[in-house]
């Protein structure tokens, strides 16, 4: 089968055209990949950063996201049957079996559940690691309603979707974007305001929320910076490994794609209460320049495999 693999560290990321076809194991399924996208884990993942925190087994295949058809199941009970469609995360513990390819090999209890009528498998590629970590945390911070958050990092795949949770629960989104196309951006999402990271970051944010902010979720930036933003009680969940041995008000979030939280983004698409915005798509032979593209997009790179 053909893949985007890495063949040692070091090593650039590749499409590679002989890989043999993985076998299901018990309690896991085979599913035809036909769409992922591009997360900033596999960015890590391809320039060897995860070395001593996760077993590299190569050849590795890379890519986190997945959406596809299931064709075949191990033996024992399956949750999931043949010709089911589906969507999630590769989970496993270790780097080999990524989604960048024809044929995954999943467990079919965690990181998986089935795509909705009305949830096209581009999005739903698109959806799983950046819509997990947003809903972990925003819910996280729990903002209410009128309060202010601040997004640090609104214009990645995780900012984009998490500007739309925070905005639904009421609460007034303050987002970092450059200026021009990136503030558009933002605030085309719910952000009532966008603040330019590139300049004096805290002024602005204290011009517009003099008291601080009660909430803060940080993708991205300098989390010492953001948490001295705080009100006195607020609260700020980190994706980024910033935490309460940094900040006593700092949350530490490893997104959990459990199937229920799968359904929720799933079925907050297919309501209209979430956009996935997609700004360029690649096909798997392009998965090397989709890489090299993630850092300065906007929202999700997304990966079509033919
Ligand atoms: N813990 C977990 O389970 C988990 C899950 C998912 C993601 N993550 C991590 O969460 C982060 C966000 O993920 P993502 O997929 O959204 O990545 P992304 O698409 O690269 O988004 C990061 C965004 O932050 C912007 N940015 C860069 N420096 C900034 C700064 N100093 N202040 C404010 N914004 C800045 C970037 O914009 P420019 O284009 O201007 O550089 C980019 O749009 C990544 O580090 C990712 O690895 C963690």
Redesign the pocket.
Known sequence: MRAITLQELGAAPALAGDLPQPGPRPGEVLVRVRASSV???DK?AAAGMLKGRMEYRFPVVLGKDFAGTVEAVGDGPTRLGIGDTVFGVVMKPYLRDGAWAEILAVGDQYGITWVPEGLDLPIAGALG??GT?AVDAVDAVAPRPDETVLI??A?????ALAIQYAAAAGARVIA?A?PGA?TDFVRQLGAAEAVD?TADLSGQVRALAPDGVPAVVH???DGAQLAGLLTPDGRLAS??GFGPDQHPAATS???SPEPATLDRLASDVVAGRLRVPITRRYDLAEVPQALAD?????GKLGITVP
């Open positions: 997360n900033g884990f890590m690691l950046a970590a640090a990092g214009t990645g795949g995780v900012g970092t450059r990136a990271y993708l991205a930036g994706t980024i979030i490893m997104a993630f850092s300065g997009a906007l």
